[in-house]
Each structure stands twice: as C-alpha cells, then as structure tokens.
C-alpha cells in the first residue's frame, strides 16, 4: 500500500478555524475571567477509562480526573494519593496502605479500600480484555485469577481490611511496586457507576462519557465533543482542592503539528504535545522562552511481526536494523537531542546502565541479507511499514527508507493510520509487519518485561524461553546489582534476536508559554495538574 497523507477529523476542524483566523480572543488565553489551560494533546484519546488504555495521551487526560493510591510528584518521586500513607513488611511481600477519609468520587461517595478491591477485579477480569492487566501480576494470586486458574478473587492477595485500609500480598517482592502504582491502571474506577450503565467487565462500556462519568481527582469532566476537544474543570468535592489553582483544562486533539504550532503562535495554545521538527532549529535560533525540550524515559522503536515473512527470520530483522545511521537520524531529522539508541533500555533509569549493545553497519546488513536469501534486496517483496498519523512519524519513516533502499536495495511502502486505528491494527489483528512504537516507562523491569511470551503488549509476538526465565529470576534477585545482572543478559537476547529495532531515546521538544508556571515533564510524562498555574 502506498503512502497516502490523510486529514484527520481533528486536522480538518483545525484548519477550518485557522482559515477563519481564530486566534487569542477566540478560545480564551487571553480571557480575564478565569485560569483556563490550552493544552495540545496530539491524537482522540482512544477512551478515558484508565483500565482500558495503553497511550500516554489518554493518561494525561486521566490523571487529571481520577487519582490512584499514589502518584508521581514533580520529581517523579513518589508521593500519597488516595493512600495518605502506607507501610512495607520487613521481606517486602505486604503493603499496607492507610486511605484519606475526606477522599470522595464526584457523587459525593468516600472513596473506600473495597472500591480499589473491586476495581481490581475488573482490570483482572478475563473478559474484560484489559491491555496491562499483567501489571498488577505481582500481587498474588493475580495472574491465576487474570487466566481464569482461579474463580475466587477473595483467595487472592487484594484485600480490604477496613473501610480505610488496604492490603496487597505480593507473590514475591518488586521493589518497584509504589512507582508501577502511579501508572493508571492502579486507578480506581466507579464500579457502582459503571454498573448502571452496562456490564461491569466488558469492554465498550460508555461510563467515561460526560453524563455518566465519576471520578475521584482534581478535576472534573465537563464535556468531551470527539475531533474538537476534552474540557475538565476543578472539583468541588477533591480533598486537596485548595491546592488547584487551573479552574479548566482544554485538551485539543490536534495530531499534525505544523496545526498545533501554528496554533499556539496565533493563541489558541498554551502548551503544545510537540514540535515540528523544522521549526526546532528556528525556535533555537530565536533563543524562544516558549520552547522546552525536556529529557523522556522513552525509547522510539520499530517491531517486527515475528510471525510474517521476512520478519520471522532474525537475519532479516538484523540487517534491517543494522542499515540505519542513527547519528544521520537523530542530527538531521529527529533534531531534538534524541539519543541514537543501540540498546532497548535508556541508561540512568534507577541506576540502571546496560552493558550490551549493537554497532550499525552496512556492510553486514548486506551479509545477513544475502544470507537469508535476498543479495542486493533481490528477491525480496516490497515491505510495508506502518506508523500512526504524525508529521514527525512521517519524517522518520521516509529517512529510514531512503536508507533501506540505498544500504539494502529493498522497497518499503509507508502506510499511516490514525491513532485508534493504528492502535487496533497493532494490537489486534497484527495486521503488520513492521511498526513504529514507543514506550515511555520509568523503571527498567517495565522496558523488558513487556517482550515476555504471552504478554499482551508483546507486539511483536516474540517468543525465547531465557529471557522469560531470566525475567522471573530478576525479581528473586537479592540485591539490585544482581537484578541488573539479569536485565543485562536480557538486553543481550533481545539485542541477538531483534525483536524490535531501536532507533533513539527520546526527548520532548513542545512550546509551553510562559504565562504557565508550575509545569515540567518528567521521565513518565505524569506532572501533577493540580501543581500547574497561569500567571495573569
């Protein structure tokens, strides 16, 4: 299939206003009456119910309007939520947390122990079909009830001791359990609400939508108008209301981000979710107070289908991977400061540096290509390779396959698909064969663990049997250097197999006008909005 530029709805809606030159007194920045924050948020969030989604656009949006046990501070460290504090077991097996009496859902309703019991539940649901339900996998008896080994929830290891008390048993320890929590899938949800519209633990459920929705965190949802935007606005009824200091919040869906850039130099935007990368070096030049570019604990990857030609053969994914100039990439396209990425963790996360990485040559690839069959790319059918609809995707996409046709002699076809779509294609029908992706995660175990046989966000659909057993015995390590040990030789595999082929570690280039203070990213992308404020 051929590269075909699509406009999104969102896109399409944008440029209408701008042809109609909406600009400041149009959408507000510049409005008196209230702290209404602009913010561009890239793509129609796929849902809202945090047990369902796997983007951090749909993130953003969540965590302004449900609240977890914990969440993530400035600094990402991690600070109380619901929890206004808990206590760990000597042998790190038994977390029990202590909730605020004075945190309440929307209805007016204390936010209770047995509400996480119940939420839990859901996300383990089997037929709820739940993305990151093996997140919760470390608590015990989870991963049995998620696989229906299990009928019985009591029998595993959630437990409401009290109104205000919660339990989790671990099956053995994770030492990086508090941080996995500030992730949304730890989120609460109103199952009592969600009952009333439909079946708890099926997915589809049209709770999340305005009329229905209930949360429990800083901010309410006031409207959702799909292509246009999401508006949220304080609560009432949060118990750190007094902290907030936004009265709203607007997300903007805008996906192509020459719109958004142009949107925020006519007004319409406080904070864009990135940048053209033309405009980066302009914005530099000019020394812009508006342009932030942030470090991301990020890794910006290609996956392979493992399961379709040629992909299923690791001399292709080798040579295909070993083609690429990254340095070209990240100094003349990426232009942002990435970091060209010869290993699939990012350095620094928690102390972790992995020790096993790959050197790019041409010359190779070539070698392993005609070993597999294909000299010269002959032979070989035109590949396709498939991104969701962004400017800067765009961009990436076709230096790689200028470089896969000059180094390789093979074709690549270039297909976009927009977000949900794209998301479906991915994780659905693996209807691919190769396919941009990115994860964002502040702790290494979450960079590797998702390449575990069987794990649902396993887009690859990659199989090895050391690395799941080497999984399973990091977190039996005793200490952390042995633990790292573990991540190490996992990295090495991966690197050996290719399963996916890294391109850079990211960083975030965005506009952030300075009237708006208070607000930074952070490695998880998951700065607290009730910290965020506009100056007059």
Avoid at 174 to 181: D, Q, T, V
Wanted: glycine share 8%.
């Amino acid at each position: 299939m051929s590269f075909v530029l699509r406009r999104s709805r969102a896109q399409s809606w944008w440029f209408f206003l701008l042809l109609l030159g909406v600009g400041c007194a149009g959408v507000g920045i510049g409005a008196p009456a209230s702290k209404v924050l602009h913010y561009g948020n890239a793509v129609e969030p796929q849902d809202i119910d945090p047990q369902a989604v796997t983007g951090v656009y749909e993130a953003r949006i969540i965590r302004a309007l449900i609240e977890g046990l914990v969440c993530s501070g400035p600094n990402l460290e991690v600070v109380p939520g619901v929890a206004k504090s808990w206590d760990i077991s000597a042998d790190g097996l038994v977390y029990t947390f202590h909730l605020r009496p004075d945190s309440r859902w929307t209805t007016g309703a204390v936010v209770t122990a047995e509400d996480f019991v119940r939420s839990f539940q859901r996300v383990l649901s089997p037929s709820f079909g739940a993305p990151y339900a093996d997140r919760l996998y470390y608590v015990a008896g989870a991963e049995a009830y998620h696989r229906g080994r299990l009928r019985d929830f009591s029998q595993t290891g959630f437990k409401a001791l009290g109104p205000q008390t919660l339990q989790l048993t671990l099956h053995q320890p994770a030492p990086f359990l508090l941080r996995l929590m500030t992730r949304v899938e730890w989120m609460p949800v109103p199952i009592s609400a969600i009952a009333a519209i439909g079946p708890v633990d099926r997915p589809g459920n049209r709770w999340t939508r305005p009329e229905h929705f209930v949360g429990n965190g800083a901010f309410v949802l006031k409207s959702w108008r799909p292509g246009q935007k999401i508006m949220v606005t304080r609560s009432p009824s949060y118990w750190d209301r007094d902290r907030i200091k936004l009265d709203e919040i607007h997300f903007y869906p805008v996906d192509n981000p020459e719109v958004e850039e142009r949107m925020f130099r006519t007004g319409q935007l406080h904070i864009t979710s990135t940048l053209p990368l033309s405009k980066i070096a302009t914005y530099r030049r000019d020394a812009s107070p508006a342009l932030r570019i942030d470090p991301w604990g990020g890794l910006n990857f290609y996956v392979f289908n493992v399961t379709r030609a040629p992909f299923n053969d690791v001399r292709v994914r080798r040579a295909f991977a070993l083609a690429i100039d990254r340095e070209s990439l990240v100094k003349n396209v990426t232009l942002a400061g990435d970091e060209p990425a010869y290993r699939t963790v990012p350095s620094g996360l928690d102390g972790y540096r992995g020790t096993h990485g790959f050197t790019a040559s041409v010359d190779e690839a070539r070698r392993l290509l005609a070993d597999a069959g294909y000299p010269g790319g002959k032979g070989l059918a035109p590949v396709q390779l498939l991104y969701n609809t962004s400017e800067n995707h765009r961009a990436v996409a076709e230096a790689i396959q200028q470089m896969w046709r000059k180094h390789l002699g093979v074709t690549v076809a270039l297909t976009n698909q927009e977000w949900k779509v794209y998301l479906d294609t991915v994780k659905t029908t693996r209807d691919f064969q190769i396919a941009r992706s990115g994860w964002l995660m502040s702790e290494p175990h979450l960079h590797l663990d998702r390449w575990a046989t069987g794990n649902a966000n396993n887009d690859a659909q990659w199989s090895h049997p050391e690395f799941d057993r080497l999984l399973e015995a990091s977190l039996a390590a005793p200490t952390q250097d042995l633990r790292y040990e573990r991540y190490q030789r996992m990295e090495e595999l991966m690197i050996e197999d290719m399963p996916i082929l890294p391109l850079y570690f990211v960083s975030l280039p965005r506009l952030i006008h300075p009237k708006v203070v208070g607000y930074r990213t952070n490695v998880d992308d998951a700065y607290p909005w009730k910290d965020t404020d506009l100056l007059p």
